[in-house]
């Protein structure tokens, strides 16, 4: 009789048929937690949007979370003539402005705030001040992913939101 050797006996196939099914049950598993874990990061991703209004008598800025997910802001760097300020204030005294707090705020989906809103005959001095106006956002998503948005609208991702206290709008 000849003797078989131990990877063709037929236990031995069976044995190896099922690991090599276990190896790929592990593999799809593995594959649809991290699909399973995308789909959740941007089930809660946020988007935030920096914009301008203005008409004859009315001049707002307006922030927009377009994302599905809240937007933790972090901080607001804005500029003016290149150099940071804490308030609107620091550059404005038109008596019929209303101005909303931005830094470290928690928008919700869709939700808009309005940093800075006017009514008045005062546009042509609002709207040379706005020439000189730069603004920085950091945000963050619950997984905290976060960004940096600009006025020209563009997202650029960042390990994490750190600020100079110094720099920081404050308002």
Same mark, same amino acid.
């Given at each position: ?9 037929? #236990? ?8 090599? !099914? ?22 809660? &991703?946020?988007?935030?949007?920096? /914009?301008?209004?203005? /008409?004859? #008598? ?5 922030? @927009?979370?377009?994302?599905? /997910?809240?937007? %933790? ?11 940071? !300020?804490?308030?609107? +204030? ?8 209303? +101005? ?19 009514? /008045? $005959?005062?546009?042509?001095? %609002?709207?040379?001040?706005?020439? $000189? ?10 997984? #905290? #992913?976060? &960004?940096?948005? @600009? ?19 404050? +308002?």
């Amino acid at each position: 009789m000849l003797a078989v050797k131990w990877y063709k006996k037929p #236990e031995m196939i069976v044995a190896f048929s099922a690991l090599l !099914i276990s190896l790929i049950t592990t593999a799809v598993s593995v594959y649809s937690a991290y699909i399973d874990r995308s789909y959740a990061r941007a089930s809660v &991703w946020p988007r935030l949007e920096w /914009g301008r209004s203005f /008409g004859h #008598e009315h001049f707002s800025y307006h922030v @927009t979370n377009s994302g599905n /997910g809240p937007a %933790l802001i972090q901080y607001a760097v804005v500029r003016y003539q290149s150099k940071p !300020i804490k308030a609107w +204030q620091d550059i404005l005294s038109l008596p019929n402005a209303a +101005q909303s707090h931005i830094s470290t705020k928690i928008l919700s989906p869709q939700e808009i705030v309005k940093p800075l809103s006017y009514e /008045g $005959s005062e546009m042509n001095t %609002l709207l040379k001040i706005d020439e $000189s106006i730069d603004v920085e956002l950091c945000y963050c998503s619950l997984y #905290e #992913e976060c &960004w940096i948005i @600009t006025r020209e609208i563009a997202s650029t991702a960042v390990d994490r939101c750190v600020v100079d206290p110094s720099i920081a709008f404050t +308002q």
